[in-house]
T-cell receptor
Framework: AQSVTQPDIHITVSEGASLELRCNYS??????LFWYVQSPGQGLQLLLK??????LVQGIKGFEAEFKRSQSSFNLRKPSVHWSDAAEYFC????????????FGRGTSLIVHP | DADVTQTPRNRITKTGKRIMLECSQT?????MYWYRQDPGLGLRLIYY???????NKGEISDGYSVSRQAQAKFSLSLESAIPNQTALYFC?????????FGPGTRLLVL
């Protein structure tokens, strides 16, 4: 079975600073990988996804993520954080065959200081 | 209009009461899911359905039941609510790989 680890429970950055949120997965084959964002009081919104091909994936709101098979990682990055990026971020991994049921990490809470 | 809607958005109930959470989608997806979210635990799968005649238990199905009334509707029931079922509940649909979430139902069991 697949699993996801988000090592950081909370991350604090200053507005305008760069951001990297870590995600490590465990899965024997090529995974499907996702990042979702949950703003306060809202549901989960898909930021970006990786299925195959180019390992650097561009998403919405200026986010990108890079799939590194050798490190089993799919870290989320943004070059300049805005106050509105303050939210909970979830990484998820899905299987590439059979029944598709994604597994979610526990989330990283992003705090943005002015 | 939202693609995935959940009703109610907020609910307070008492221990032992039966409660139903409803989910509707207009995306035309066959696959639907119910999750609960607790602080620090992420999303945990309660039940999922790959079509109207298919219902499957997730990792935390005890104390819950579901009904897939149509392709577009998937309801979650708590037969006898208990306080540790206080949580944020999400419904989701998927085409194959990508899930789309509703806004959530915040449930408080007293």
């Amino acid at each position: 079975a697949q699993s996801v680890t988000q090592p950081d429970i909370h991350i604090t950055v200053s507005e305008g600073a760069s951001l990297e949120l870590r995600c490590n997965y465990s899965y024997g084959a090529t995974p499907y990988l996702f990042w979702y964002v949950q703003s306060p009081g809202q549901g989960l919104q898909l930021l970006l996804k990786y299925f195959s091909g180019d390992t650097l994936v561009q998403g919405i709101k200026g986010f990108e993520a890079e799939f590194k098979r050798s490190q089993s990682s799919f870290n989320l990055r943004k070059p300049s954080v805005h106050w509105s990026d303050a939210a909970e971020y979830f990484c998820a991994v899905g299987t590439s065959g059979g029944s598709y049921i994604p597994t979610f990490g526990r989330g990283t809470s992003l705090i943005v200081h002015p | 209009d939202a693609d995935v809607t959940q009703t109610p958005r907020n609910r307070i109930t008492k221990t032992g009461k039966r409660i139903m959470l409803e989910c509707s989608q207009t995306k035309g997806h066959d696959r639907m899911y119910w999750y609960r979210q607790d602080p620090g635990l992420g999303l945990r799968l309660i039940y999922y359905s790959f079509d109207v005649k298919d219902i499957n238990k997730g990792e935390i199905s005890d104390g819950y039941s579901v009904s897939r009334q149509a392709q577009a509707k998937f309801s979650l029931s708590l037969e006898s609510a208990i306080p540790n079922q206080t949580a944020l509940y999400f419904c989701a649909t998927s085409d194959w790989e990508t899930q789309y979430f509703g806004p959530g139902t915040r449930l408080l069991v007293l």
